[in-house]
């Protein structure tokens, strides 16, 4: 069952065939614009499995409308409209955090982690003596955040330096609250 979210997307690959009149191109114009105000509206809350589900029925809606080989260019620009939610939808479900890995950012041992690296670069060894921790328990940290695509590691010379990647930042910003460096306000 497709949520109610994604229903107009399934009626109008269900109606490609009658895309032919203006009167249901200006019918499909109009649902593609209540779908695209949707997509906005929830954009920034929604979970990677809603924006999969409307990837993956945009992306049937569109194959449909191809389908169709009409000769018309308005279901053309359907179809270039539909193009537009499959590339947003698509962005969206790959850069949102799915929730495992808002519950693996939301246990105390990364927090502190996420925190400190919202504010600045920092290497292993700098971490741990921010956190008074010792560096294996950092350094396992920071391996699973990276594995869930929450830290990145980059090299300056020598020295191993790690940053949150964008979904990171968004997750420490949105999810866990804006956090400040322990100690300051």
Known sequence: MVLAYW???????AEADALSSEKEIDHANASLAAVAE???????????????EGLSVATAALS???????NDQSPDFIAGRLSAIVDILGYAAAATADDVVVETA????HKAVLRLLASAS???????EKLGEDIEAVS???NELHSIGLVTTHRHGTERYHNL??????????????????GRE
């Not at 939301?106 to 041992?109: L, T």
């Open 106 to 109: 939301k246990q105390e041992k």
């Open 165 to 182: 990647t964008p979904v990171g930042k968004i997750l420490s910003d949105d999810v866990i609250g804006r956090m400040e460096p322990e």
């Open 122 to 128: 920092f290497r292993d060894v700098d971490l741990a």
């Open 38 to 52: 949707t997509i906005s509206d929830i954009l920034p809350t929604a979970n990677v499995g809603v924006l999969r």
């Open 7 to 13: 229903t107009v997307l399934v009626d109008l690959a």
């Open 64 to 70: 449909r409308v191809k389908a169709m080989g009409a």
């Open 140 to 142: 396992a940290s920071l």
